[in-house]
Antibody, heavy 116, light 113 residues
């Protein structure tokens, strides 16, 4: 069974940093591109970043480019999102999601709240 | 960036009715190389993560009931749900997977009368 379990969220002050993790299981992690997709409270889905299976290709939304860094450790079956210079508009539920393009599995999400 | 315009934003139907949700992209999602349309549909039930229903505009994901039908090409796409059931109460999103940045429609909230 495919499982994606996010962690690392919480309440953080504007301008501070936070690192999210996503532990994958139930499939060969190193064979799949991965994504972070977020959803602000009561709002729609917003793609954040994607990384190919071998980290050769990385893409970011303009809203996070230069502030967020997506990475992965295939030996640990883990996807990461390093978030810096956080803003109130980054407040959202962050989903780890499998496969580039049309996402076929989503984690349960981890909440990030940016507030003073 | 490709802008995805979804309509309606909400609708309420009775069980057994047929529902149509529309999605229009600001650029064609049709690949000239393989003649495939890179459009996906997701269902998000209350309190749950999204679930992939359809990809490549009309390919149903494994395990998705055949009452969910995706159609369209180029810039105009439709998700049809035939014989709606109470369990179909959810938000539905279209997403283009043609190019980065990936973009989603604003969503359609389906309510059951």
């Amino acid at each position: 069974e495919v499982q994606l379990v996010e962690s690392g969220g919480g309440l953080v002050q504007p301008g501070r940093s936070l690192k999210l993790s996503c532990l994958a299981s139930g499939f060969t992690f190193s064979n799949y591109g991965m994504n972070w997709i977020r959803q602000a409270p009561g709002k729609g889905l917003e793609w954040v970043a994607s990384i190919s299976s071998s980290s050769s290709y990385i893409y970011y939304a303009d809203t996070v480019k230069g502030r967020f860094t997506i990475s992965r450790d295939n030996a640990k079956n883990t996807l990461y999102l390093q978030m810096t210079s956080l803003r109130s508009e980054d407040t959202a539920l962050y989903y780890c999601a499998r496969r580039l393009g049309a996402v076929d599995y989503w984690g349960q999400g981890v909440m990030v709240t940016v507030s003073s | 960036d490709i802008v995805m315009t979804q309509s309606p934003s909400s609708l309420a139907v009775s069980a057994g009715e047929t529902v149509t949700i529309n999605c229009k992209s600001s650029q064609s999602l049709l690949s000239s190389g393989n003649q495939k349309n890179y459009l996906a549909w997701y269902q998000q039930k209350p309190g749950q993560s999204p679930k992939l229903l359809i990809y490549l505009a009309s390919t149903r994901e494994s395990g998705v009931p055949d009452r969910f039908i995706g159609s369209g090409s180029g810039t105009d796409f439709t998700l049809t749900i035939s014989s709606v059931q109470a369990e179909d109460l959810a938000d539905y999103y279209c997403q283009q997977h043609y190019s980065y940045p990936l973009t989603f429609g604003s969503g359609t909230k389906l309510e059951i009368k």
